[in-house]
């Protein structure tokens, strides 16, 4: 009877342990899983160690850019590409590293209201890449990746802007849209930023130069999309000729005294040997009239009496005396200066 109890039991027990055996298998945890992840690559082998040779063959450092890169720690990256240039400018796989490099800094941008030195940092990279290395096969995609940082310029200049003239702070967004039209011409945002321009300087009462930049939004750009705010912003400019006229206008020719007021050093020169010759003139018995009839017989008689230099009575003028076509150019930044600020 005891036998028999004791083989059940251990029946029982043998049972027992079966079915709990895979079960507490199962719910054991594995220890330590993601620190003993394995080394799957030799890609990822180059992160273990830090020898001399890791730090200085560029392989090594090439594909620890490469491994950063694909991770897209691109600040990582960068640094590795700008060490392996830094060591191996001469190498095969120079061009590639400094197109890389281009393109880690190109990653960091975010938007046009952002921080735009991770712009200014790729579109130097890749002019680089086209200076040190011409003819590589990495050219055609750095042209559209500088193409793509100049948009993207414009594009942050052209927003800055707009702010600006929203706050009506009208100068500062007049040197951003000027900024855009200049520097970055051939961009879609260009032909906006001209119009912005020209409706900047009519607000702040440059009418002649608001019209001179609907003729040139106009001719550059003959498709833009302000056709209709174009036409009435040209409506209610209050410019009394074209701003082209007034620069090919010129002034009044001058009388030896104005000349002598205002005049070059050339004129004045003349109109002094002038006053000399009608003086001498005057004192021989004549006018300055009669002795350039003397020296040409041919000469036609005046009608009247011609009065000298020295008889005539100077008056005061009724306008203020304008200096020649070529002072008068000379003196426009000055106006430009009074009119706008310093900023001109």
């Known amino acids: 009877m005891a036998r028999r109890f004791t083989l059940h039991r251990t029946f029982f027990l043998l049972l027992a342990l079966a079915v709990s055996l895979p079960i507490g298998c199962k719910s054991t945890p594995k220890p330590d899983a993601e620190a003993a992840k394995a080394v799957i690559s030799t890609d ?23 491994a950063f890169f694909d991770r897209e720690e691109y600040a ?28 880690s800094h190109f990653k960091m941008t975010r938007t046009i209201d952002r921080d735009l ?23 055609a995609e750095a042209k559209e990746r500088i193409h793509a940082c100049h948009d993207f310029l414009a594009q942050a200049h052209y927003f800055v802007g707009k702010f600006y003239y929203r706050k009506e702070a009208y100068l500062a967004a007049a040197h951003r849209f000027e900024a855009i039209v200049k520097q970055y011409p051939e961009m879609e945002v260009a032909s906006d930023a001209m119009y912005d ?54 002034a009044p020719v001058p009388t030896p005294a104005s000349v002598l007021l205002s005049g070059t050093g050339d004129a004045k ?43 005539a009575k100077v008056t005061a003028p009724t306008k203020t005396l304008r200096p020649p076509a070529e002072s008068q ?16």
């Open 269 to 311: 020169a003349a109109a002094a040997s002038g006053l000399a010759a009608s003086t001498l003139a005057s004192a021989q018995g004549g006018t300055f009239s009669d002795s350039l009839h003397r020296t040409n017989p041919a000469a036609p008689q005046p009608s009247q009496p011609v009065m000298t230099l020295a008889s």
């Open 76 to 103: 990582e990256a960068v640094i590795e590409y700008q060490h392996f240039l830094d060591l191996h400018r001469v190498h095969t796989l120079a061009a590639y590293a400094q197109f890389r490099l281009g393109e």
């Open 329 to 344: 150019a000379a003196f426009t930044p000055q106006t430009t200066l009074c009119r706008l600020g310093a900023w001109c």
């Open 197 to 250: 321009l020209a409706r900047t300087y009519h607000d702040i009462g440059a009418d002649d130069w608001a019209q001179e930049k609907l003729y040139a939004l106009e001719q550059r750009y003959p498709n833009h999309k302000h056709k209709t705010e174009s036409q009435r912003l040209y409506a209610a400019l209050k410019v009394t000729q074209p701003a082209t006229a007034l620069a090919q206008a010129s």
């Open 44 to 66: 990822e082998q180059i992160f273990i160690g830090d020898t001399v040779e890791k730090n200085y063959d560029p392989n090594v450092i090439i594909k620890r850019a490469e």
């Open 117 to 139: 030195d991770p712009v200014h940092k790729a579109l130097e990279a890749y002019e680089k890449l086209l200076k040190d290395y011409p003819g590589n096969k990495y050219e």
